[in-house]
């Protein structure tokens, strides 16, 4: 099981991982995670749960096909299958960005200290680190920088806005 | 030059210590081969064919004499003692060991340098004009642009694990271009719209590589401050669509390609649209910012031509003719643009040893206010030098083997370090720029071939720029034995143009006699005064492929 870091230290995870099974959906109290094609498939069902929602997107899954419910959903989770697939930057900066997305975004897949940084950066604050990887160390890379020239979700302002003061 | 305040120095020393302790985990076991590789060359590392090579950033090819010193000195303590002058206007260490590659980095730190972004798939070095800033034309000076990227791209945390590799160059001469602008996934043209405003024309999805491909124009004109977020909205869409599934498809230009420039434009505004008037809009500030660190230096006011340069040339005839081929005239009256040239016969291309870098910071300090550059045909500028000091400079720089008049000509190959360093490499390419620099030593006979640019690559990659060569080189693998593949018609200038393959390739001993029969057949073909590129184009690749295979066989 891979180990949860959220908002800067370690954390359980509450989620359970749900989808549907021959076109069924049965959700277990508590906090359920499902992935785009259940959520799209069950919507309704879905966003009625009671307890948090969630849903997960594949690397290839955009901001886009969520844009409409983000609003509802308490937890965004974005694989990265090999963490130098890129894709999930982009994904996460325009949730967070663009469209208003507030709760929990969580990287999963190939996550460890050295993807943290730049994570954080474009707007995940949980990162589910892999099991072989010390979450403990892991934590330490979101202090990789101290300080970073472009703007992204974590810092609206360029340096080059922020020298000018 | 561009110089750290302490945030820069701040953001390359915090990756010092990021570098070291990821170098350190992974001797440790505690980061795998797959996981290191892309956080390595991130840092310019590769594993080559007997070391690791560390490409060390030259941003826009600018160079203090005291950051030259200190590659001298890194080159010496930590490899063999010598470097190399890549096509990117970088330097690259041929045999530093793994465990010493932190070290080194701090001790590049010290001087503002790193190896930031060199290598891996993410914005590499932007780069220039090596004559940016001195010569007379520019719409402005391209290096506070240069810069302006630089800062964008380095550690843009959206943008370190694109497709593939991706690559800028800026032009903001109309008349030339000697930054391949044309061959860059984006290229970067300064520009002036009918009201008078300097802004930007922006070209992508040019490159090289397996499918050489001449950019297209996405944007005529856009405002200078809106640069950053349309550069942002370019490399999101390319981040998002560009494909993942065949690194020989992965460059923006193959997307480019399959949407069409105008759907890729399309997308393009759509996302610049959200940018647009935000916080990426850079202030007229922080462009006066920038451009308040390439001011001119403490220039003498001095007659247009110096009678001491035309005393010196009526006097010696050798000195003479370097100053006509090396030499390029300078927007300061007084004032000379010299090239150095690195391809001397028998030195790698390129290659400059410990001593020598010593000793032309030496001839910065002393000739040129301090300031050199790099040039991405792997020779060195000395941009500032005053026309009655040509002489003195001449002399020093014959003592240094670096006198070689050839500049534009035959024998100033470019030429990428193939498969005596590099793993990547088909085939060799440095003993094939050798063959051909012997047979023409001969310096009336390259003149007389007029302009000419010969770029060798080892591989496919492109390093050498082949395929804009006017003539082109290609090592390839055919069954386990290295053959070289001729391309001819290339062009990275404002007539930018990929070379035509002549045929079937040729064995490395046969190299110099097919070029040979190439500038033959040029020069029975040619009409008064005609280039070999213009000649080519007028009567076409079938000629030149008679001659040298009926002669091959």
């Known amino acids: 099981m891979p180990t949860l870091i959220k908002n800067g230290a370690i954390a359980a995870d509450t989620y359970t991982r749900v989808d549907a099974v021959d076109g069924v959906l049965s959700l277990p109290a508590g906090d359920v995670l499902v992935s785009l094609d259940t959520l799209l498939a069950h919507r309704d069902q879905v966003l009625a749960h009671s307890g948090g929602k969630g ?18 959903l308490d937890l965004i989770a974005i694989e990265f299958p090999a963490f130098a697939d890129g894709r999930g930057y982009s994904t996460a900066y325009l949730l967070r960005t663009r469209f208003g997305f507030t709760g929990e975004l969580r990287a999963v897949g190939d996550i460890f200290k050295d993807t943290l940084f730049y994570q954080a950066r474009v707007g995940f604050n949980a990162f589910a680190i892999r099991d072989d990887k010390d979450a403990a160390v892991a934590l330490k890379g979101l202090a990789d920088f101290s300080e970073v020239y472009h703007a992204s979700a974590d810092q609206p302002q360029p340096l080059f806005l922020r020298r000018a003061i | 030059m561009y110089r750290y305040d302490a945030y820069d120095q701040k953001i390359v020393d915090d990756r010092v210590s990021q570098f070291r302790d990821q170098t350190r985990r992974y001797l440790a076991g505690e980061l795998s081969e797959d996981e290191f590789r892309p956080l390595r060359l991130q840092n310019g590392l590769y594993v080559q064919r007997y070391a690791p090579m560390l490409r060390i950033a030259v941003p826009y090819g600018m160079l203090s004499s005291d950051q030259l010193r200190k590659i001298a000195d890194i080159s010496r303590h930590y490899d063999r003692g010598y470097a190399h002058v890549s096509t990117r206007q970088n330097f690259q260490l041929n045999w530093p060991a793994l465990v010493d590659v932190p070290e080194i980095l701090a001790e590049l730190a010290q001087v503002e340098m790193h190896a930031i972004q060199t290598s891996g798939n993410c914005i590499r070095n932007t780069t220039t004009d090596q004559f940016a800033g001195v010569v007379a034309g520019e719409i402005e000076d391209p290096r506070p642009t240069c810069e302006l990227i630089r800062q964008w791209s380095t550690f843009h945390p959206e943008f370190a694990f694109l ?45 090289l590589g397996r499918t050489p491909i001449i950019g297209s124009i996405i944007r005529e004109f856009l405002p200078r401050q809106d640069l950053i977020a349309y550069l942002d909205a370019v490399l999101r869409v390319y981040n998002l669509h560009g494909r993942r599934d065949n690194k020989y498809k992965a460059r923006i230009k193959i997307l480019v390609k399959a949407l069409t420039p105008e759907v890729f434009a399309e997308q393009v505004e759509a996302e610049f649209k959200h940018l647009q008037n935000g916080p990426l809009t850079v202030p007229a500030s922080e462009f006066a910012r920038l451009a308040s660190f390439f001011t001119a230096p403490a220039y003498e006011t001095l007659p247009a031509v110096s009678a001491e340069l035309t005393e010196a040339r009526a006097k010696d005839a050798v000195f003479d003719n370097w100053v006509h081929r090396n030499v390029s005239a300078h927007k300061v009256p007084g004032y000379a643009i010299v090239t150095l040239s690195l391809k001397q016969v028998g030195i790698a291309p390129g290659d400059i040893t410990a001593e020598q870098m010593e000793a032309v910071a030496d001839l910065a300090d002393r000739f040129s206010f301090g300031e050199l550059r790099t040039t991405h045909e792997q020779n060195i500028v000395l941009a500032d030098v005053k026309q009655s000091e040509l002489a003195a400079l001449y002399g020093e720089l014959k003592a240094l083997g670096f006198d070689t008049a050839n500049i534009g000509f035959l024998t100033n190959i470019i030429c990428c370090p193939g498969g005596d360093y590099c793993s990547l490499a088909n ?127």
């Open chain 1, 55 to 72: 849903v997960q997107l594949k690397s290839e899954q955009f901001a886009e096909q969520v844009a409409d419910v983000v609003k509802e």
């Open chain 2, 427 to 553: 085939a060799k390419s440095i003993p094939i720029a050798e063959a051909i620099q012997r047979r023409y030593q001969d310096l009336e006979e390259v003149y007389d071939l007029g302009p000419l640019d010969l770029n060798i690559s080892g591989c496919m990659n492109a390093c050498g720029h082949h395929h804009v060569g006017h003539i082109g080189i290609l090592g390839v693998d055919k069954k386990g034995a290295e053959f070289y593949q001729v391309s001819l018609g290339g062009s990275s200038g404002h007539d930018a143009s990929i070379g035509d393959i002549l045929g079937p390739s040729f064995e490395a001993e046969d190299m110099a006699e097919v070029i040979e029969e190439i500038l033959n057949t040029y020069l029975d073909l040619r009409l008064p005064g005609e280039s070999f590129l213009s000649t080519y184009r007028r009567v076409g690749i079938a000629v030149f492929k008679e001659r040298v295979y009926a002669n091959a066989n």
């Open chain 2, 163 to 207: 497709p593939r590799k991706f690559k800028i160059a800026v032009n903001a001469l109309p008349e030339v271009d000697r930054a391949a602008t044309q061959v860059h996934d984006i290229g970067v043209y300064i520009v002036r719209n009918g009201a008078g405003e300097v802004g930007y024309k922006i070209m992508v999805g040019g490159g």
